[in-house]
């Protein structure tokens, strides 16, 4: 066999094993938190070292449990309101900011396009304790609300230059068309660049509303009142209060992974685009 | 319709100046190419006329009005870009209304005349597709026909034809020029191709670095070059251009260049002995005898395009080009005479022209 | 000088303020403006219950926090342990991301659905996963421990993310491994190397077939193509990945938090900030620590604009 023959078949073998590895890495903890959360607390404590998933002895008594006893009904209905109007907002600031950055001239833009970057990089362990603080002492920080301007925060910068990325890879000709055909810049960028930025804004809209969705810290920290968390911050909430019934934490933490999941398979894609394109912070 | 006139326009980018004071005046219907090579800012002053680039200095002025303060959709004027930037959303009819539309046009009309230009320009038959499903040329007429459909004051075409193949390119530069003819518009058009710019321009307006050349009609611009770059630029293949100095020798002027002598006739100038250029087009030199002493260069090598030869020979120790008829049989190798009409050659003294009194337009023999 | 009209371009200029004012506002009340009151809570004493009196605003500066962080008994083996952490975890997601995508390059079936499934882990909320691998390593309930002890790899239960020092008996040699600290670091890898996995597949699939075919031409094997035209062209985005994600890694609290909570030997600085504001109830000395977050990471990020973003 030629040396070239022989790695080849070296390489197909270690390939297949290491994607099956790696599957299995990979996917096992997503079936463990599934499948525990199917069982009643019995099975668990009886046999946690049961890998197969019985379909006859699903049960489903832990998310109605999670659900309406442990109040996360309300945790879901909060966070899809916090990751939905940081989305729209986000997405809305970032594209007039992101088209001005762009396209506009001004004094500081330069800076402006730079000072972007670096801000996305400032880490939310050194924002939380001043704002604790200034939060605290100004008596609104336990607010859903402020939440979302945190949020809105965290995610502006990075959706702000993602977008002016994608944007400068429209030709600038077909704006100074509208331009002349008689657009102001506002219609523009409506009748514009908005339609042609449609897969740029989809995963900018995808990636913030993960940030969003995913957050743990400010939520953590600045939420008090059980009625005002999001999921993350319910969880954490469940994890600490029960012991021994895991299978309440994994059903929740399926309701928390579960939507962020499918979105995910389902615009794929754009996420990816967005990821690399953003250089996700995390 | 409208006349259009810059004044003293200049515009910087950072360190480097892109324009340079450039004067022009652009007639009611008239058709004015600016043509140079890339980077000469031929497309910057085009932006600028559109309001779509601030000048630094320098004033437009569409008929004696100055249009400064105007924003790009209030200038009243139209613009074909190189790439067409037709909106790839909509389809060619909604290409072609955008802008009636952006102006509050009643829908019936914008139908109306989106309908007449599509058929003036014979795309009546796309107009329910979107661009990315057009060819090069059909997407080159919708851009003219977005431009056409408004009747704006004046058109500004920005390369329009540089995307184009060589034959399709020929074929709408004549379609242009009847439709500017028909419409008669006045027409701002940038090009870097020579061929379009005397071919298309009533008024051709010569660029590099920033600054205008040469303004004039492309005859006169072709028989008299204003400098040694119009010269060069303007014509292919290119003018010879040797370096040399004057002699004056029993009544007679001849040109002293690097290995070589040529007689240019009577003329009396008073350079004294500074060096010079002179330039000499290739379809006026003809191989034969007749001058006095007789020119000889040694062929090196013959270009057949077809219709015609290009014979590139060496004199003295500088390269030639000589255009000859396509029966014209010569062989590398071999050393014949030149004749060149000494009407015909063109002076330049510090890469400027020195007008005198004879010319290819009015030679008098 | 003479009045002049705005310009279409002043009105531009004036309409991109207007732009980005709301951006601008958000992030300067929200992490401008933070960084500075952090800076000025560093240089005062303040506590947890003092949030409410005057005494935050009196211009009283001292050093005491920094002197207290830094004279710190524990203070060595915290930053120890953060670099240990933050070295180790980017280390290993970037080499985990970059045997993914290997093995992920290529054309075969179900390629595009195993890149989704890859990149789960960083997709996944941080709560949710980190939670299911606190159970899988429980030892009372946890899965691998049960496994372990049932198929006789284990004699007993071992507590992967509650126990400091985990003796080992190599070939006669002991050998003690840092136990939470290692559980740690080895989910830090599964969580991010889908993030490396993404850059470099997109590189990877940027490498032009030519240089392939050059080399194969050339007389090149596979491994020696891998070797002298894949890693090569791999280089640049191999080491602006480590840098990013060592900046990440060493700021990261949630992962830490929510595992162990900084208990047996994983204490890392974003803990101590933490610790100190609700376990102390110190903030002075908690945002001396974050402080001290902040200026590492103005000189990485100083490094890698000065240097290693304009080489690209």
């Known amino acids: ?282 | ?365 | 000088m003479t009045r002049r009209e705005p310009t279409f371009f002043d009105q531009e200029a004036r309409l991109a303020f207007w732009m980005l004012f709301p951006t601008f506002t958000v992030v300067l009340a929200f992490v401008i403006f933070p960084v500075i009151w952090n800076l000025w809570l560093s240089l005062k004493a303040v506590s947890l219950g003092d949030l409410r009196g005057v005494s935050l605003f009196e211009f009283n500066m001292t050093l005491e926090n920094y002197r207290k962080v830094f004279g710190d008994p524990e203070f060595g083996t915290v930053l120890l342990t953060t670099l240990i952490y933050t070295t180790a975890g980017s280390v290993l997601s970037i080499l985990l991301g970059l045997m993914a995508a290997l093995l992920v390059h290529g054309e075969f079936p179900g390629r595009s659905m195993l890149r989704g499934l890859f990149i789960s882990p960083y997709i996944a909320p941080v709560v949710a996963v980190t939670f299911t691998w606190s159970f899988i390593l429980d030892p009372q309930l946890g899965v691998l421990n049960w496994l372990a002890v049932d198929k006789g790899l284990l004699a007993q239960p071992i507590p992967f993310l509650s126990q400091r020092w985990w003796d080992l008996d190599l070939l006669g040699v002991r050998v003690r491994v840092p136990m939470a600290l290692t559980s740690v670091i080895l989910f830090e890898g599964w969580r991010y190397f889908p993030f490396a996995f993404l850059f470099i597949l997109a590189r990877l699939q940027a490498i032009p077939d030519e240089l392939y075919q050059a080399a194969s031409v050339d007389g090149a094997t596979p491994f020696q193509r891998f070797f002298h035209i894949t890693l090569p062209q791999l280089s640049a985005v191999l080491s602006t990945l480590f840098l990013f994600r060592f900046i990440w890694t060493f700021n990261k609290f949630d992962d830490i938090f929510l595992l162990t909570r900084g208990q047996a030997g994983t204490k890392v600085l974003t803990i101590r900030v933490y610790d100190y504001a609700f376990g102390e109830f110190n903030i002075g000395a908690s945002s001396a620590v974050a402080m001290i977050l902040f200026g590492v990471l103005s000189v990485f990020l100083l490094v890698y604009f000065r240097w290693i973003a304009k080489e690209e």
């Open chain 2, 1 to 365: 319709m409208a006349s259009l006139t810059l004044k003293a326009i200049t515009k910087r980018f950072g360190q480097i100046l892109a324009l340079h004071g450039v004067d022009l005046h652009v007639d009611h219907g008239e058709f004015c190419v600016l043509v140079g090579p890339s980077g000469c800012g031929k497309s910057t002053l085009l932006n600028i006329i559109a309001g779509l680039i601030q000048q630094d200095e320098g004033s437009v002025l569409i008929d004696g009005q100055s249009v400064d303060r105007l924003a790009p959709r209030e200038r009243d004027v139209a613009m074909v870009f190189q790439n067409y930037a037709l909106y790839p959303h909509m389809t060619v009819a909604q290409n072609l209304g955008f802008g009636l539309r952006m102006r509050d046009v009643p829908k019936q009309i914008i139908r109306e005349q989106v309908l007449e230009t599509a058929r003036i320009l014979g795309i009546e038959d796309l107009l329910d597709r979107k661009p990315r499903g057009l060819s090069g040329g059909q997407r080159q007429r919708v851009a003219m026909g977005r431009a056409l459909v408004r009747r704006p004051r004046l058109f500004l075409l920005d390369e329009p034809l540089s995307n184009l193949d060589a034959r399709l390119r020929a074929s709408v530069r004549l379609e242009l020029r009847h439709l500017h003819r028909e419409i008669q518009s006045t027409i701002v058009y940038v090009t870097h191709d020579q061929v379009e710019a005397m071919t298309l321009g009533d008024k051709v307006v010569v660029m590099r670095r920033g600054k205008v050349h040469q303004i004039g009609w492309p005859e006169t611009i072709y028989a008299h070059p204003a400098d040694t770059f119009v010269a060069t630029f303007i014509g292919s293949p290119e003018m010879n251009l040797y370096r040399g100095r004057l002699l004056h020798k029993d009544d007679r002027t001849h040109f002293q260049g690097a290995g070589f002598s040529l007689d240019i006739g009577g003329l009396q100038l008073n350079l004294g002995e500074s060096e010079l250029e002179v330039g000499i087009r290739p379809e006026d030199i003809a191989i034969g005898h007749g001058g006095t002493p007789a020119l000889k260069a040694k062929i090196e090598m013959i270009s057949d395009i077809g219709s015609e030869k290009y014979i590139h020979a060496r004199l003295g120790q500088e390269s030639m080009t000589i255009r000859a008829p396509r029966e014209a049989a010569f062989q590398p190798g071999q050393v014949v005479p030149l004749t060149v009409d000494p009407d015909r050659v063109h002076i330049f003294h510090e890469g400027r022209r020195i007008s005198w009194p004879a010319g290819s337009c009015s030679s008098s023999k």
């Open chain 1, 1 to 282: 066999m030629s040396r070239e023959r022989l790695e080849k078949t070296i390489i197909q073998i270690l390939r297949v094993m290491g994607l099956l590895v790696f599957i299995a890495i990979v996917a096992f903890p997503f079936y463990w938190m599934m499948v525990s959360s199917f069982r009643s607390l019995g099975e668990i404590l009886l046999k946690p070292a049961n890998l197969g998933l019985d379909i006859r002895k699903i049960n489903l008594h832990a998310y109605y449990e999670v659900l309406f006893q442990h109040g996360f009904l309300r945790y879901i209905c909060n966070s899809v309101y916090v990751s939905v109007v940081t989305v729209v907002l986000s997405v809305t600031l970032a594209t007039v900011g992101g088209y001005a950055v762009t396209r506009l001239r001004f004094r500081g833009r330069e800076f402006m396009s730079y000072s972007i970057l670096l801000i996305y990089m400032f880490p939310a362990i050194v924002l939380v304790i001043p704002l604790y603080v200034m939060f605290s002492r100004m008596g609104f920080r336990d607010s859903i609300n402020l939440l979302i301007l945190v949020y809105l925060a965290q995610t502006l910068p990075v959706a702000l230059y993602m977008l002016r990325s994608y944007f400068q890879t429209l030709p600038p000709e077909i704006e100074h068309a509208g331009l002349i055909d008689g657009c102001s810049r506002f219609s523009v960028i409506w009748r514009i660049i908005i339609p042609l930025s449609a897969p740029g804004l989809a995963s900018v809209a995808l990636y913030t509303f993960m940030i969003a969705w995913n957050e743990f810290l400010f939520a953590f920290m600045f939420l008090d009142t059980p009625e005002k968390f999001t999921l993350s911050r319910g969880v954490v909430q469940l994890a600490g209060s029960v012991h021994l019934s895991k299978q309440l934490v994994m059903a929740a933490s399926v309701m928390v992974t579960l939507p962020i999941l499918v979105f995910f398979l389902l615009f794929e894609r754009y996420l990816v685009r967005g990821l690399t394109a953003g250089a996700m912070k995390g």
